[in-house]
């Protein structure tokens, strides 16, 4: 089994759909989760990240982390055509100089 | 403007070269990646460096080789031992904290 499992995709939804996006994981000594959104031909950048469980919001983005079923998901409410890119989870122990293990990523489509 | 840089954006290499990508930072970070992205395949780590003249292979190091002489720089060289080195290849820094800065990247292609 993979230390990171996502969801392969791709993805295609309407503007305005309610967009949720899974890793699964199997290391529990991961504390740090992470969500990278990636655009075509481009490095991917930060979109959030949380430290061990609970619920993120930010603006119509909400990372969840559930660790109990090492579990994690990024929601995006009201999407829109400027979401469409690669999504990739990530995430780390807290090992001061611990890597970071990431998913295989999933490619959104929004239609307009 | 601080950030990192990649260059060249595309790299064109003949079978039997040795190529040279660059990555440079200006953020001060200690730590520096090199990551290659294939298509389905996600971002796998290929070396790695947590501060300058040290240096960790990651879980595909066979085929490349790094050095890290200046805190700023971390170049990567493809070796003609890379077997399939066709790849969308990215370079990261990081202040060892939570988030990794990704430069543009570099495609290299294999004629």
């Known amino acids: 089994q993979k230390e990171v499992e996502q969801d392969p995709g791709p993805l295609s939804v309407p503007e305005g759909a309610i967009v949720s996006l899974n890793c699964t994981y199997s290391?529990?000594?991961?504390?740090?989760f992470m969500w990278y959104r990636q655009y075509s031909r481009k490095g991917p950048e930060l979109l959030m990240y949380?430290?061990?469980?609970g619920n993120k919001e930010d603006g119509r983005f909400t990372a969840q982390v559930d660790k109990s079923s090492k579990y994690i998901s990024l929601f995006i409410r009201d999407s829109q055509p400027s979401d469409s890119a690669t999504y990739l989870c990530a995430m780390r122990d807290t090992g001061a100089n611990s890597k970071l293990t990431f998913g295989k990523g999933i490619t959104l489509s929004v239609r307009p | 403007d601080g950030g990192i840089t990649q260059s060249p954006k595309y790299l064109f290499r003949k079978e039997g070269q040795n190529v040279t990508l660059s990555c440079e930072q200006n953020?001060?970070?200690?730590?520096m990646y090199w990551y290659r992205q294939d298509p389905g395949q996600g971002l796998r780590l290929i070396y790695y460096s947590q501060i300058v003249n040290d240096f960790q292979k990651g879980d595909i190091a066979e085929g490349y080789s790094v050095s890290r002489e200046k805190k700023e720089s971390f170049p990567l060289t493809v070796t003609s031992a890379q077997k399939n080195p066709t790849a969308f290849y990215l370079c990261a820094s990081s202040n060892r904290v939570i988030e990794q800065f990704f430069g543009p990247g570099t495609r290299l292609t294999v004629l």
């Open positions: 953020l001060n970070h200690d730590a």
């Open positions: 290391n529990s000594a991961f504390q740090y």
């Open positions: 949380t430290y061990s469980s």
